[in-house]
């Protein structure tokens, strides 16, 4: 039970649906309040891998429907936005916090960055015990310089990480994307 007396059962049912999960996390980056029509123009682009500008009317009327005929009354229901009907306006309620763990992570085309951790741990592994063994060029000496090299990439990436985390998108492009 979490602390808007959802269960996690209820949460799950709530945001299994990908719709629901990108207008919370649209809802989320506006600082909790928007009109129905960016909503709307935004989770048609999701959808439809294109950018705003280029969403057609029958994607934004298919998006519209949904939202306004089943997703938003949903939400609204357990407790997660107030939603206005009339006046088209949605406000995520406080304990948004609540629903980080069911959101998409990659909606906007950031990166998994569990998967860098792993990388940059694994290899940093890798160099650390080729010196321990004095494979090649590395030596037992250059273990502490393998270690320092490590902390500091480690650092690097959590510093890069926490500045998307808090800008809501990265700082640098992603390559292909």
């Known amino acids: 039970m979490t602390d808007d007396g959802l269960t996690q059962a209820e949460l799950f049912d709530v ?12 809802l989320k980056r ?43 009354p949903m939400l609204e229901d357990h407790g997660i ?21 069911y959101l998409d992570r990659h909606v906007d085309g950031q990166r998994a960055w569990h998967t860098m951790y792993a990388s940059l741990s694994i290899g940093g592994v890798v160099v650390f015990v080729l010196a321990w063994l004095s494979v090649g060029p590395l030596s037992v000496s250059l273990a502490p310089f393998v270690a320092i090299a490590l902390s500091v990439a480690v650092f690097l990436l959590a510093t890069v990480h926490h500045v998307s985390r808090r800008s ?10």
């Open 15 to 26: 945001f299994s649906n990908a719709r629901r999960r990108r207008t919370v996390r649209f």
């Open 30 to 72: 506006q600082n909790g309040s928007c009109d129905l029509a960016p909503l709307v123009e935004q989770v048609a682009a999701w959808e439809n891998d294109t950018d705003p500008d280029d969403v057609t009317r029958a994607q934004r009327r298919r998006v519209y429907i949904s939202l306004y005929q089943t997703h938003l």
């Open 81 to 101: 936005v107030e939603w206005d009907a009339d006046g088209h306006s949605i406000d995520l309620l406080p304990s948004e916090s609540t629903f980080d763990p």
């Open 168 to 177: 809501g998108r990265l700082p640098v492009p992603i390559p292909g994307r």
